[in-house]
């Protein structure tokens, strides 16, 4: 099995509690909005790390990143895009089983015509009363398994874990 961690949206933060909850993966994916080149090397001290470029990764360290990237992991297609809004693809037909992205600071999962959407949420500064939070893909052959966690960061603990099955 395959433990592939989510994250978006850290706008220059990486909290200890997000760095935690990543320790294990196979990969990491940041769906963009990443806020510096540091992020992207304490995430690729824990695992292998894909990242594409949010609306505010525009100085010069993230021009080499993708708008878009195309994952396998196995029989899995993974795209990722930091604003689904720009999605110029239909993710089925590019052979996408999941759609990650970010953006929206909310955490979301949701299944809409055979695709699994899955929005980690914001692991960065809190945003209105929106929860700091990431999450995971367990991959394990053609099934796969989408989980959310809301961090807790006042008072230490383990995450809370939201599972939802794709």
Known sequence: MLRIGLISDTHGLLRPEAEAFLAGCDHIIHGGDIGGPDILQRLAAIADVTAVRGNNDNSSWARSLAETRMLHFGNVGIHVIHDL??????????????????????????????????????????????????????????????????????????????????
């Open 85 to 166: 809004a720009r999605m110029d693809i239909e993710p089925k037909s590019a052979g996408a089983a999941v759609v990650i992205s970010g953006h929206s600071h909310r955490p979301r999962i949701i299944e809409k015509g055979g695709v699994l959407y899955v929005n980690p949420g914001s692991a960065g500064r809190r945003r209105f009363a929106l929860p700091i939070s990431l999450g995971e893909l367990l991959i394990d052959g053609n099934s796969i398994v989408a989980r959310l966690a809301k961090l807790v960061t006042a008072g230490g603990g383990d995450p809370a874990v939201f599972v939802r099955d794709a």
